[in-house]
């Protein structure tokens, strides 16, 4: 074999070969160096790492190797109990040692495994893979290359590689970190011809894009400045964010944008406190829900299924095989993003995953509670007593709205409360405060017209479900049906109908 000098050479010394896969897009379980997915605190610059016997090396810009005692880190599969007083317990991890020592990050990186040799040749726009380095054949070039084949200008797709700075291979998968397409390419087993496409993609949502995150977030990269593996958890170093990804290949795979707001059902960006959705299969063997009604805290756990939500529990409304019901934490530390994963207990016994899928976080994200159906969906609306001012009887089209009337909406994902440190809300436990008013400020339309919104609040024993007060014009009922919308710093809900009574010249 070709006599190739190295700055930096990583021996990886993988465990057996393990049955879960890496999805695109999916987000790190864990990270470290930054207490939380979205900080980028300049406490550590990662340039190199190498894994052995339950412990990361990590050589940092600043002339220091730390060590990471990796089982700190809790398995996937682990029954999680939660942590009070932390928003992520997946995050920081002090190094349990440091070492002043001159790392220098190299203009190459190798992965050797056995008798199989891997080079990242980042000049040439490569990957060179000797698959057994003690054959003869050896001396007369790689068996395989990767990136040697020029897809046209522009595009990106899985076999794209511009400027591979880091590799790892642990036996069963190859990983390739690129610098320029902020990605870490994937493939399940060693590649066994040139250009073969890889089978997965960390670090952006899909093969064809080479984005870069103006905010860190648990499925971002930066650059990945080196790669290691225990063949069960992948560790991504990214200098220029300053941290430590840990991603963990899963039993299950999530679709793009599993976690929805409840009421609305939207995904995308989630409040604090808002009522989810998590869709799926294979969540749980079993269709349980919590015990309604009452001063009992939502559980942890439901039929053996749990939600991990930067290492702590979520409470749980209900679960079944393709849908859980949970609430996320009031308290999220001020994150931009979250990481969040199932776990289940199968009735054999047997422990899956989901890979992890990452969450962005907003001060509120209203939506309106609905029935069933196509959108517009029918609003889940109540009249207010005109007397007591109490929510009564349902609107229907037996029983429609009036012009001028004061409705009584039901809405998730309207964010934090003015309840002061005693009557905080926490998360599926019922609200023991007095109504709380909502912190961001709700404004409604109907048919497109602003309308007055007397009161949003939590109210007294409420478990994430706001009540929104609004007053409708004096001038519906030209129509038999009105469409009506709340907001949020700007944020629009989902729309619902609600039928009125028709105005007769």
């Given amino acids: 074999m070709h006599r190739i000098y190295c700055i930096a050479i990583f021996a990886l010394l993988g465990t057996s070969a393990v049955a879960a896969d890496f999805q695109s897009g999916q987000a790190a379980r864990a990270v470290l160096g930054q207490n939380s997915f979205s900080a980028r605190e300049q406490s550590l610059t990662p340039t190199a790492l190498a894994i052995s016997n339950g412990r990361l090396y990590a050589a940092d810009v600043s002339h220091r190797?730390?060590?990471?005692?990796?089982?700190?880190?809790?398995?996937?599969?682990?029954?999680?109990?939660?942590?009070?007083?932390?928003?992520?317990?997946?995050?920081?991890?002090?190094?349990?040692?440091?070492?002043?020592?001159?790392?220098?990050?190299?203009?190459?990186?190798?992965?050797?495994?056995?008798?199989?040799?891997?080079?990242?040749?980042?000049?040439?726009h490569r990957v060179l893979?000797?698959?057994?380095?003690?054959?003869?054949?050896?001396?007369?070039?790689?068996?395989?290359?990767?990136g040697r084949a020029n897809t046209e200008a522009g595009s990106i797709s899985a076999s794209t590689i511009v400027e591979p700075i880091s590799v790892a291979y642990d036996g069963k998968r190859l990983f390739v970190g690129d610098g320029t397409l902020h990605r870490v390419l994937v493939w399940n087993s060693l590649p066994s011809f040139d250009n073969e496409p890889a089978d997965a993609v960390l670090g952006q949502q899909s093969f064809a894009t080479g984005n870069v995150s103006d905010m860190p977030a648990p499925n971002t990269l930066n650059r990945p400045t080196a790669i290691a593996s225990d063949g069960t958890n992948t560790f991504v170093a990214d200098g220029?964010?300053?941290?430590?990804?840990?991603?963990?290949?899963?039993?299950?795979?999530?679709?793009?944008d599993p976690v929805e707001n409840s009421a609305s059902f939207a995904a995308g960006p989630l409040a604090p406190g808002t009522l989810i959705t998590i869709s799926g299969r294979a969540l749980s063997d079993e269709t349980e829900s919590a015990p309604d009604g009452g001063d009992t805290p939502l559980p942890g756990e439901l039929a053996g299924t749990q939600v991990i939500l930067n290492g702590n529990p979520l409470p749980l409304l209900s679960v079944s095989p393709a849908q859980v019901r949970a609430q996320l934490p009031y308290d999220l530390g001020g994150a931009s993003a979250v990481s969040l994963y199932v776990r289940t207990e199968h009735d054999d016994g047997t422990v899956t995953t989901t890979n992890a899928t990452a969450v962005k976080v907003n001060a509120a994200t209203p939506g309106l509670f609905a029935f069933n159906g196509t959108e517009p969906r029918p609003g889940m609306i109540l009249h207010a007593d005109a007397e007591s001012g109490l929510a009564g009887a349902p609107v229907t089209s037996e029983n429609p709205a009036a012009a001028g009337e004061v409705l009584v909406l039901w809405a998730a994902g309207l964010g934090g409360v003015d309840a002061g440190d005693v009557d905080s809300p926490v998360a599926g436990v019922p609200y023991g405060g007095a109504d709380a008013l909502v912190a961001n400020g709700v404004g409604a339309t109907v048919n497109g017209r602003p309308v007055q919104v007397l009161s949003a609040t939590l109210p007294h024993g409420s478990v994430g479900i706001y009540e929104v007060r609004l007053q409708l014009p004096d001038d519906v009922g030209g129509d038999a049906e009105i469409s009506l919308a709340i907001s949020q710093e700007g944020l629009l809900s989902n729309t619902v109908t609600i039928p009125v009574q028709r105005i007769v010249h």
């Fill in 65 to 124: 190797v730390l060590t990471f005692d990796t089982t700190q880190i809790p398995a996937a599969k682990e029954v999680t109990v939660a942590h009070p007083g932390t928003s992520c317990a997946v995050c920081g991890f002090a190094p349990i040692a440091t070492v002043a020592q001159a790392v220098f990050p190299g203009i190459a990186s190798v992965a050797t495994f056995g008798k199989t040799v891997i080079i990242a040749d980042a000049g040439a």
């Fill in 129 to 146: 893979i000797w698959r057994d380095s003690s054959l003869p054949r050896a001396n007369k070039g790689p068996d395989v290359i990767l």
């Fill in 240 to 256: 220029v964010d300053h941290r430590i990804l840990v991603f963990s290949a899963a039993d299950t795979p999530l679709a793009a």
